[in-house]
């Protein structure tokens, strides 16, 4: 079993910062590839950043592309998502996941979820 909290949500204006994190335990959890995926009210759980086990290989949808950042510390077994120049479309609840398997893009790839944490930019 792994288990995740994220951490780092809060109210924030258009054009301002937040990092989130998600502490990861349990058996082996820092061999696990990682993600962020986000759900908005009324939508779909959508993915937004993956990042390899090793930390070195990350992929961003393209709504965040170059206004986020994902990066881990296995030493701490953590998971980072920096996010810049928020914009009111990324309001949602952010959770991260534990890869098992199969395409990062799609949640069903992961086994492990955490609670989630609450993002909401302001316009």
């Known amino acids: 079993q792994v288990q995740l909290v994220e951490s780092g949500g809060g109210l924030v204006q258009a054009g301002g910062s937040l990092r989130l994190s998600c502490a990861a335990s349990?058996?082996?959890?820092?061999?696990?590839?990682m993600a962020w995926f986000r759900q908005a009210p009324g939508k779909e759980r959508e993915f937004v950043a993956f990042?390899?086990?090793?930390?070195?290989?990350?992929y961003y949808a393209d709504s965040v592309k170059g206004r986020f950042t994902i990066s881990r510390d296995n030493a701490k077994n953590t998971v980072y998502l920096q996010m810049n120049s928020l914009k009111p479309e990324d309001t949602a609840v952010y959770y991260c996941g534990a890869h098992r398997s199969g395409s990062y893009y799609y949640k069903s790839s992961y086994d492990y979820w955490g609670q989630g944490t609450q993002v909401t930019v302001s316009s």
């Open positions: 349990g058996r082996t959890s820092s061999i696990y590839a």
């Open positions: 990042i390899n086990n090793g930390g070195g290989t990350a």
